[in-house]
């Protein structure tokens, strides 16, 4: 397969380098185009008010593009101004660090594979509940037998498949969990503290209620020691709401004046 990978830890980030390997030894074409820097949690924004730059790397035989942009922009730049046709495939991970529930709205992982969808490719998000992962050979090789066996031309228009991989090492995974996203939301806080000059920052941190997540959600099942794999889609549309603001319309009480 013709196959874009990307990521949001950045092109030396040890997750893309270990899914450009597999996927090359498994005699794929792979095209990286990734953030030049770290791009976590930057959802699905665009660089509109400054221009993008691109620069090779090619070292210890892997070789890619790093943009000097988001997620997105990799994904927008690689299939209008560097591939020479559309990709079959594109790849965002593997991440350090879990998305799974609310964090998929977060995600530059999640976020490139989503603009890889609506631009009609197949697309899939890869992370690990893991921050510091030191080997991820063997999640690689897993997802490269999966993009192998999985037929992409069931996946529906403007879905993703969105993966992620428990922090044991795989030996110990328990199994696969098709399952949905938690919607249980964080416990938002925020550390203060003060710099050299004792005027205050402050640095974002949270938690995950796991006393409210639903047992049989992502989540739940990563916690566990399973793989989760979760479609993805993006009609954000409330339809069941639709007929009320109908109503409401009609009623005559929202005339404009």
């Given at each position: 397969?013709?196959?874009?990978?990307?990521?949001?830890?950045?092109?030396?980030?040890?997750?893309?380098?270990?899914?450009?390997?597999?996927?090359?030894?498994?005699?794929?074409?792979?095209?990286?185009?990734?953030?030049?820097?770290?791009?976590?949690?930057?959802?699905?924004?665009?660089?509109?008010?400054?221009?993008?730059?691109?620069?090779?790397?090619?070292?210890?035989?892997?070789?890619?593009?790093?943009?000097?942009?988001?997620?997105?922009?990799?994904?927008?730049?690689?299939?209008?101004?560097?591939?020479?046709?559309?990709?079959?495939?594109?790849?965002?991970?593997?991440?350090?660090?879990?998305?799974?529930?609310?964090?998929?709205?977060?995600?530059?992982?999640?976020?490139?594979?989503?603009?890889?969808?609506?631009?009609?490719?197949?697309?899939?998000?890869?992370?690990?509940?893991?921050?510091?992962?030191?080997?991820?050979?063997?999640?690689?090789?897993?997802?490269?037998?999966?993009?192998?066996?999985?037929?992409?031309s069931s996946l529906p228009e403007r879905n993703i498949l969105n993966i992620n991989?428990?922090?044991?090492?795989?030996?110990?995974i328990k199994g696969i969990k098709v399952c949905a996203q938690t919607n249980v939301?964080?416990?938002?806080?925020?550390?203060?503290?003060?710099?050299?000059?004792?005027?205050?920052?402050y640095w974002l941190g949270g938690d995950i209620p796991m006393d409210r997540v639903?047992?049989?959600?992502?989540?739940?099942?990563?916690?566990?020691?399973?793989?989760?794999?979760?479609?993805?889609?993006?009609?954000?549309?409330?339809?069941?709401?639709?007929?009320?603001?109908?109503?409401?319309?009609?009623?005559?009480?929202?005339?404009?004046?």
């Amino acid at each position: 397969m013709d196959i874009l990978l990307t990521n949001d830890d950045g092109i030396h980030a040890i997750g893309v380098k270990s899914l450009y390997s597999e996927l090359k030894n498994s005699g794929h074409n792979v095209f990286v185009v990734a953030p030049l820097t770290e791009q976590s949690a930057v959802g699905h924004s665009l660089t509109i008010f400054s221009p993008i730059t691109a620069r090779e790397i090619s070292e210890d035989g892997f070789s890619g593009i790093a943009l000097s942009g988001t997620p997105v922009d990799c994904i927008k730049w690689a299939m209008n101004s560097y591939l020479e046709k559309r990709p079959e495939l594109v790849v965002s991970g593997i991440n350090s660090g879990a998305n799974v529930g609310i964090d998929v709205l977060y995600s530059g992982t999640v976020s490139a594979a989503t603009e890889g969808a609506l631009a009609g490719i197949a697309s899939m998000a890869v992370s690990i509940d893991n921050f510091n992962p030191r080997d991820l050979g063997k999640q690689a090789g897993w997802v490269t037998r999966f993009i192998e066996e999985f037929s992409w031309s069931s996946l529906p228009e403007r879905n993703i498949l969105n993966i992620n991989f428990p922090a044991c090492k795989m030996e110990l995974i328990k199994g696969i969990k098709v399952c949905a996203q938690t919607n249980v939301v964080y416990n938002d806080y925020y550390h203060s503290r003060k710099d050299p000059r004792g005027r205050p920052y402050y640095w974002l941190g949270g938690d995950i209620p796991m006393d409210r997540v639903d047992p049989e959600t992502d989540r739940a099942f990563l916690s566990r020691g399973y793989i989760t794999l979760t479609p993805l889609r993006f009609e954000l549309t409330n339809l069941g709401l639709m007929s009320e603001l109908q109503g409401l319309v009609k009623s005559g009480n929202l005339k404009i004046k």
